[in-house]
């Protein structure tokens, strides 16, 4: 018997994207990691990106929650943590 639409689930996705827009020494800049993707940046740029996507990871991590599962308010609440 065929799935119809309403019984098939969507697994939940999430990822954060960082987009650098400084970058202006003919380097592109790349990183994928777990929940996360950044482009572009300067080098100073790019890695803290790197540092605030580690981080956020890390504190989901520690809270045992995963990205597609964390609410947007929990999520602004864990970015104001790091850049306090």
Not at 5 to 23: F, H, P, W, Y
Not at 30 to 54: P, R, W
């Amino acid at each position: 018997m065929k799935p119809t639409k309403k019984s098939v689930k969507k697994k939940k996705s999430a990822a954060m994207l960082g987009l650098g827009l400084d970058g202006e020494d003919g380097h592109t800049r790349i990183t994928k990691g777990e929940n996360f993707v950044l482009y572009g940046g300067s080098e100073d740029t790019h890695a803290m990106m790197q540092e605030t996507a580690i981080k956020v990871n890390e504190k989901l991590d520690r809270k045992g929650v995963k990205l597609e599962d964390c609410s947007p308010c929990d999520l602004a609440s864990i970015f104001r943590e790091i850049f306090e």
